[in-house]
């Protein structure tokens, strides 16, 4: 029984209460999040103006990252709302992707030849400031069963796409009765080879790779690719790499995406460290994300000029395996554009 006794070691960063119970109990108000982190109340008053643009949400877990008195901590830059989140900057838009063009059926996103998104949750297990969706109409984007029916078809009938990409928000914050509903009516549809699941949830929540997920993730026919989103070597403690290692269990390829953030991730030790982590977690890195010019986010952004030579120095660090393809989303591309 030497297994249990490994198992029920989960570290210091463990949590009590299953994932939803985790995710209701999030820390959603600017000051809690201040004083749990010891934070002088000068911070308040940015958090404040923030918060109404874009509400604060992080769970405990993700708090426990998180180094208290320290405002510079990257993991908590990218959940403090600040005052700067107010500024309208030229260029800085609602809806850089100008995703509301291409919904040819409610919930469904079809831009790259050979897969699509299905919108599976509008919400997220946490709040990221920089968030490209922070103005996403997700009322209009959360269909019911009968709604997919229109997604559905549409799949049926194109024998061109080989690949289903869950996403959100985060498709991981539907339950599991709805997500295993989903996924079976998309194998049986015979010309989809993979399912892809976009997510940050095993990052934020950990405990969200249960049984119940595990169950259906393992049940398929079709090949899964999960890509995490992580952006900095201290988002991934060891409940996170004991959550990559169950995924993997299951037959899942693990992938990560990160956004190249202004004081989170912007230089080179950083991005290095990173990519080791990842490796270590079992995940390889896949994109490196330019900041979408998103209203609210300018102050995390990184120069294309910067960006270039920050991946040109890591490569003189890196095995090529480990790195991250330098990318942007180019409304009406039909691809990601390498940079
Ligand atoms: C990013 C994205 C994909 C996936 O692109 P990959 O290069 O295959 O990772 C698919 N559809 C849309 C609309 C996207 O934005
Ligand atoms: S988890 Fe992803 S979709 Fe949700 S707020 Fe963060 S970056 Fe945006």
């Given at each position: 029984m030497q297994e249990n006794i490994i198992i029920a070691d989960k570290g210091p960063a463990s949590q009590t209460g299953t994932w939803q119970q985790q995710l209701s109990q999030a820390v959603r108000d600017p000051a809690v999040l201040c004083q749990r982190l010891g934070l002088s109340d000068k911070w308040l008053p940015g958090a404040r103006t923030g918060h109404q643009l874009f509400e604060v949400c992080v769970p405990d877990a993700y708090v426990s990252r998180i180094a208290p008195g320290d405002p510079g901590d990257p993991l908590l830059r990218q959940v403090l709302p600040l005052a700067n989140e107010a500024l309208s900057l030229p260029g800085f838009v609602a809806d850089p992707l100008e995703e509301a063009d291409h919904q040819p059926a409610s919930g469904l996103i079809h831009k790259y030849a050979g897969r699509v998104l299905l919108i599976?949750?509008?919400?997220?297990?946490i709040n990221c400031r920089y968030c490209f969706r922070r103005h996403f109409p997700y009322s209009e984007n959360s269909p019911s069963r009968a709604q997919w029916q229109e997604a559905l078809d549409y799949l049926r009938a194109d024998t061109s796409i080989h690949e289903a990409i869950l996403s959100g928000g985060d498709p991981l914050a539907a339950n599991d009765r709805q997500l295993a509903w989903l996924v079976e009516q998309l194998e049986a549809i015979p010309h989809l080879k993979r399912l892809r699941i976009h997510t940050r949830l095993p990052v934020v929540i950990p405990d969200r790779v249960d049984d119940a997920l595990l169950d259906w993730l393992s049940a398929t026919r079709l090949q899964k690719v999960v890509v995490l989103h992580i952006n900095h070597a201290n988002e991934i403690d060891q409940s996170v790499a004991d959550a990559c290692d169950r995924l993997k269990q299951a037959g899942v390829t693990l992938l990560n995406q990160s956004v190249l953030l202004r004081d989170v991730n912007d230089d080179v030790t950083t991005l290095a460290t990173l990519s080791e982590r990842l490796f270590e977690a079992g995940i390889l890195p896949y994109y490196l994300h330019v900041l979408d010019p998103v209203q609210g986010a300018a102050h995390f952004d990184v120069s294309d000029e910067e960006a270039r030579k920050l991946v040109a120095s890591l490569r003189d660090l890196l095995p090529g395996f480990l790195m991250p393809r330098l990318v942007r989303e180019i409304p009406g591309k039909g691809s990601k554009t390498p940079l």
């Open positions: 599976a949750s509008p919400a997220c297990a």
